[in-house]
């Protein structure tokens, strides 16, 4: 019996001891976990897929949308946009701003009539602040120097130009996160390479962004240019009559094309979450045709060059499909 009772002393002692262990690291129970802080730039009203973007940001917990600002050919209508879309999924409390001319040309009349249609102009939808899309990305930044995240999904003059013209910001970007580029994969999905379109748009503008020495983030053709959403995921998608898969919807009518390329969001996920990609640190640089170049040196850029297409489309529909009704909160003061 002995033996027994010593067994079974040793075995309360050693159980008490991982007990203590375990109570003294384990977090709090209502612990918040810690979001991203992020700025959006996009082109919304051109291709789509920014509009699924936006979805998944505002489904995504991970993440505190604190602004967006527009870029491309009439930024004001997109903006527009943008405030009429988060009207109706009850985030009115994200202020918008529109990019100052010149913008670079990309179609806009298709989507761009959802941000004129009834209902746009009512006294309830959020408008666009006054400050340029550059006074406004650099006024956010310098009141809260915390680490933030820019999110670009457009060409990137808006971008550029805050570089340029406010370069004392630098310190308070902690990484630029960018739809941009084509590193060994064409938009067919295969080699060569090519000019990618939001570089294309503004090639002195991806240049600079590249060469800032800010770090990048970057979601490529190589990882978007398969990720069709084909009919059964968006069947899926849409039945949901959710908020957000209900505005989704409707630009996607407007747009008026079968299958939507997801490039964006990709973007988006890489914000917080790259288990669906194969990421390679490299350093890159636009050429003047607007190629993107790895080259020699110093990583510049945390790079997407492949993807689990099936799983990630999952997850996407997944996730913002299910995202019940938005709350309302208060709009900030100032905006």
Known sequence: MRPRRLFLKQAAAIGMTLLSSSSLTAAPPNEKKK?????LDT??????????ALALILASPELDLRGVTTVGT???TRALLVCRFLTAVGRSDIPVAAGAPPQPVEEIEK???????DGSRSSH???PVKETAVAFLYQRLKEDRKEWTLLAIGPLTNLARLLREHPDCKPWIKRIVLMAGSVRVGSKGQAPPEPEWNVRCDIPAAQAVFASGIPLVVAPLDATTMLKLEETQRRRFFQAKTPLTEQVRRLYELWGERTPT???????????????????????EVDAQGKTRIVKGTSNARV???IRRDDFLTWYVDRVAKQPALI?????PGY
């Open 35 to 39: 979001t991203v802080p992020i700025l």
């Open 43 to 52: 082109d919304i009203g051109t291709d789509v897929d920014d509009a699924f």
């Open 74 to 76: 009439d930024p004001q």
């Open 111 to 117: 989507q761009g009539r959802y941000a004129t249609s």
């Open 125 to 127: 939808t959020l408008q």
């Open 262 to 284: 997801l490039y964006d969001p990709l973007a988006v996920a890489l914000c917080f979450e790259e288990r669906f990609c194969t990421m390679e640190d490299l350093r890159l």
């Open 304 to 306: 997407a060059t492949a």
């Open 328 to 332: 309302h909160p208060q709009p900030k």
